[in-house]
Every structure is written in structure tokens, then in C-alpha cells.
């Protein structure tokens, strides 16, 4: 079993940014794909973006050249930075550890217009 944490949500401005962090406890980070998804209200949970193993990335269209997503395999850590952000970014954000289809608790991220 694997235990994942996110952290860096908050209140923040269209146009702002934020960065997310999501650590995963175990061994086996470094051979996982790791990925970010968020769910608003009354919605369905989507994906963000993904990040090999290998380093290759992922994104949807909807965040492609404002989201970056990266890792640090000595920290067992994820990121995901967000830049320009917009209100339709506004949801919570859940880090996933696709080996062992671990989720975390989520972070709220809210954009305000």
C-alpha cells in the first residue's frame, strides 16, 4: 500500500499561480507513473496530467502550456505547477500513484474572477 499527501491549494486570483506537491511514501515512487486529476462540483473527476517513470509527460487540453508537471524522485515528490490560472481551473485537485492505484485526500484549489 502506498500513502499519498497533497499540499499547495488555496485561494488565488485569475492570471495567478500555484503550485501543488504531492509525496508518496514507499520505495517505489521512482517506478511509477504519477498523476494529477481535480473534480469540481457536481462533476466528474478528470485527468490534469501525467509523468512517466521515464520523465515523459501528459496533459489535457484544456491546461497544456500553463500546467507543468514534474517529479523528484529523491523526494518521492510530484508537482504540478499551475500558471495563468482561470476559475475554470477552480476544483479539487487529487494526486495518483498508478502502480498501486493509490489517491490521495485531495487539495482545493480556488480561482477567483
Known amino acids: 500500500q502506498v500513502h499519498v499527501v497533497e499540499s499547495g491549494g488555496g485561494l488565488v486570483q485569475a492570471g495567478g499561480s500555484l503550485r501543488l506537491a504531492c509525496v508518496a511514501s514507499?520505495?517505489?515512487?521512482?517506478?511509477?507513473?504519477m498523476g494529477w486529476y481535480r473534480q469540481a462540483p457536481g462533476k466528474q473527476r478528470d485527468l490534469v496530467a501525467t509523468?512517466?517513470?521515464?520523465?515523459?509527460?501528459n496533459y489535457a487540453d484544456s491546461v497544456k502550456g500553463r500546467f507543468t508537471i514534474s517529479r523528484d524522485n529523491a523526494k518521492n515528490t510530484v508537482y504540478l505547477q499551475m500558471n495563468s490560472l482561470k476559475p475554470e481551473d477552480t476544483a479539487i485537485y487529487y494526486c495518483?500513484?498508478?502502480?498501486?492505484?493509490?489517491w490521495g485526500q485531495g487539495t482545493q484549489v480556488t480561482v477567483s474572477s
Open positions: 495518483r500513484c498508478n502502480l498501486y492505484d493509490s
Open positions: 514507499g520505495n517505489i515512487f521512482r517506478l511509477s507513473t
Open positions: 509523468i512517466t517513470s521515464g520523465g515523459t509527460t
